[in-house]
């Protein structure tokens, strides 16, 4: 069972406790999905290391644990969607561009899946998902500062939560870049780069992501007495 | 074996640009959180700087309120003191000394009464309107500076010429116009205490996006640049503070002997 637990997975599994601690009884659905996305995305995480040690033991008869990334990624157009329409509607309405996108995203997603099957990652999609989330979050970013309004940023659990989110896209760019020529089936050890890139921005994501949890609890808490 | 060599070498190139972008990746978004944290900061600065100047505003115009009305509450104290009261004691003397025997001089008396009288309810009514001090700035600056030209025509110490130039905005700003109305009436006591003028000039200019006010008096002046502290009073200093909190600017010009030129732009509406 320990097995499962790598440093990667125990992130996620600190940060989903934290979103069912803050966020259980949030009075925003929107905020709530986030234990329901983590419960999906921990479950994907545990997953994909078992399959991972199958494919290790053998490589000629199981395929790469890529297939349940791709069904991950799903999730996670419909759920950032969500997120940003929340995020971006204070300002101005946000709804047609963003249903624009995801049908773009899912569409993209059926398109490659139909080419080359699930068993091969679907690098495009995520490539266009991870520009949308880098312009999305920068957009907010520029809302934030052409707003005239002072926001406490200490406390301010939306700013958290874009602030991990972009650092997790943005930095893991040349990881997609490089994504064919990194990928574990052309790697000798599977300790391989990537593995430590996408361990550290983890704890990135996952660090701003808990922080935006607590803050709205606290925050929100604070409000109601 | 040269195959695998050239690999491990083209992984080790990978590798290497793998690193340096990631950081260069890394350290953009936190390049950029950093400058929000800055640019949130000053935000608040310039948010309280604005606060706090919006708070001097609204104090220096009521100040400006209290000083309008205890400066009409002084004109109307002397005025009752030195002409109404005279006029009424002339009166009050008049009739005391009526002798009812002999009629002729009894109405001459008694119509020179009437006509002590009369100018006591005209002098009441030039009061009267003086009271109404702040409601004469809803009625508008130049009628507002027109009642204090009337008054101070009234003691034929000096002549004063008012012209107004350009067309009235739609749209007034009382605050301004209060603050203004203060600051003229600042210009005439000092006008009356110190410079000893019998002409006084004043234009009201509206002009693009403001108002000009220009006050020019044939006065004794007095030289600025040498002018000691202590005397350069309050007078002044009030003025061009005043003038400052509505964004305006204020210029003095003045030379013993040769009168004093004073002018304000202000921002309006």
């Given at each position: 069972?320990?097995?499962?637990?790598?440093?990667?997975?125990s992130v996620?599994?600190i940060c989903?406790?934290?979103?069912?601690i803050c966020?259980?009884?949030?009075?925003k659905v929107e905020?709530?999905?986030?234990?329901?996305f983590?419960?999906?995305?921990?479950?994907?995480?545990m997953?994909?290391?078992?399959f991972?040690?199958l494919?290790?033991a053998?490589?000629?008869?199981?395929h790469?644990?890529i297939?349940?990334?791709?069904i991950?990624?799903?999730?996670q157009i419909?759920f950032?969607?969500?997120?940003?329409?929340?995020?971006?509607?204070?300002?101005?309405?946000?709804?047609?561009?963003?249903?624009g996108?995801?049908?773009?995203l899912?569409?993209?997603?059926?398109?490659?899946l139909y080419?080359?099957g699930?068993?091969?990652?679907?690098?495009?999609?995520?490539?266009?998902?991870?520009v949308f989330?880098v312009?999305?979050?920068?957009?907010?970013?520029?809302?934030l500062?052409?707003g005239?309004?002072?926001?406490?940023l200490?406390?301010?659990?939306?700013?958290?939560?874009?602030a991990?989110?972009?650092?997790?896209?943005?930095?893991?760019?040349?990881?997609?870049?490089f994504?064919?020529s990194?990928?574990?089936?052309?790697?000798?050890?599977?300790?391989h780069?990537?593995?430590?890139?996408?361990?550290?921005?983890?704890?990135i994501l996952y660090?701003?992501w808990s922080y935006?949890?607590?803050?709205r609890?606290?925050l929100t808490?604070?409000?109601?007495? | 074996m040269?195959?695998?060599?050239i690999?491990?070498?083209?992984?080790a190139?990978i590798?290497e640009?793998i690193i340096?972008?990631?950081l260069?990746?890394?350290?953009?978004?936190?390049?950029l959180?950093?400058?929000?944290?800055?640019y949130?900061?000053?935000?608040?600065?310039?948010?309280?700087e604005?606060?706090l100047m919006?708070l001097?505003?609204e104090?220096?115009?009521i100040?400006?309120?209290?000083e309008i009305?205890?400066?009409?509450m002084?004109?109307i104290?002397?005025?009752?003191?030195d002409?109404?009261?005279?006029?009424?004691?002339?009166?009050?003397?008049?009739?005391?000394?009526?002798n009812?025997?002999?009629?002729?001089?009894?109405?001459?008396?008694?119509?020179s009464v009437?006509?002590?009288?009369k100018?006591?309810i005209k002098?009441?009514?030039?009061?009267?309107k003086?009271?109404?001090g702040?409601?004469?700035?809803?009625?508008?600056?130049?009628?507002?500076?027109?009642q204090v030209?009337?008054?101070?025509?009234?003691?034929e110490?000096?002549?004063?010429t008012?012209?107004?130039?350009?067309e009235?905005?739609?749209?007034?700003?009382?605050?301004?116009?209060l603050?203004l109305f203060?600051?003229?009436?600042?210009v005439?006591?000092?006008?009356?205490?110190?410079?000893?003028?019998n002409?006084?000039?004043?234009?009201?200019?509206?002009i693009?996006?403001?108002?000009?006010l220009?006050?020019?008096?044939n006065g004794?002046?007095?030289d600025i640049?040498?002018?000691?502290?202590?005397q350069?009073?309050m007078?002044?200093?009030?003025?061009?503070?005043?003038?400052e909190?509505?964004?305006g600017?204020?210029?003095?010009?003045?030379?013993?002997?040769?009168?004093?030129?004073?002018?304000i732009?202000i921002?309006?509406?």
């Amino acid at each position: 069972m320990l097995q499962y637990f790598t440093l990667n997975t125990s992130v996620e599994i600190i940060c989903f406790l934290i979103a069912v601690i803050c966020l259980h009884s949030d009075e925003k659905v929107e905020w709530k999905f986030f234990i329901v996305f983590l419960f999906i995305t921990c479950m994907t995480e545990m997953a994909g290391v078992h399959f991972k040690k199958l494919y290790l033991a053998d490589r000629i008869h199981n395929h790469p644990n890529i297939w349940l990334y791709n069904i991950l990624l799903l999730f996670q157009i419909c759920f950032f969607c969500m997120i940003f329409e929340m995020l971006l509607s204070k300002y101005f309405n946000i709804k047609p561009v963003i249903f624009g996108m995801g049908m773009l995203l899912l569409a993209t997603h059926n398109y490659e899946l139909y080419e080359h099957g699930i068993f091969a990652y679907n690098e495009l999609t995520n490539t266009i998902m991870l520009v949308f989330i880098v312009l999305g979050s920068l957009y907010y970013f520029y809302l934030l500062l052409k707003g005239e309004n002072y926001v406490e940023l200490k406390y301010a659990y939306d700013f958290w939560w874009v602030a991990g989110i972009l650092f997790f896209y943005f930095g893991t760019t040349t990881c997609n870049i490089f994504f064919k020529s990194l990928s574990p089936e052309k790697m000798k050890s599977i300790k391989h780069l990537t593995y430590y890139i996408y361990n550290a921005f983890n704890i990135i994501l996952y660090g701003c992501w808990s922080y935006s949890f607590i803050c709205r609890k606290w925050l929100t808490s604070q409000s109601l007495s | 074996m040269l195959e695998l060599f050239i690999y491990l070498s083209e992984m080790a190139d990978i590798t290497e640009l793998i690193i340096i972008t990631t950081l260069i990746f890394l350290i953009a978004p936190a390049f950029l959180v950093l400058y929000i944290f800055i640019y949130n900061k000053r935000k608040k600065r310039h948010i309280e700087e604005k606060q706090l100047m919006q708070l001097t505003f609204e104090s220096e115009l009521i100040r400006t309120q209290m000083e309008i009305r205890e400066q009409t509450m002084q004109t109307i104290g002397a005025d009752l003191h030195d002409n109404i009261g005279q006029l009424l004691s002339l009166a009050s003397q008049t009739l005391g000394s009526v002798n009812l025997d002999d009629r002729d001089k009894a109405q001459q008396k008694i119509d020179s009464v009437l006509d002590l009288t009369k100018q006591s309810i005209k002098e009441l009514r030039l009061l009267g309107k003086l009271l109404e001090g702040e409601q004469l700035i809803a009625l508008g600056l130049p009628e507002a500076i027109r009642q204090v030209i009337n008054w101070i025509e009234k003691s034929e110490q000096c002549i004063v010429t008012y012209t107004i130039e350009g067309e009235h905005p739609a749209q007034n700003n009382p605050d301004k116009d209060l603050i203004l109305f203060r600051i003229l009436q600042e210009v005439f006591n000092n006008i009356i205490k110190h410079s000893k003028a019998n002409e006084i000039n004043i234009k009201l200019g509206y002009i693009q996006d403001g108002i000009r006010l220009q006050v020019i008096d044939n006065g004794t002046g007095f030289d600025i640049a040498n002018m000691p502290e202590n005397q350069k009073g309050m007078g002044l200093s009030n003025i061009q503070k005043r003038a400052e909190i509505v964004g305006g600017r204020f210029f003095i010009q003045s030379q013993p002997g040769e009168g004093t030129c004073i002018e304000i732009f202000i921002p309006y509406p």
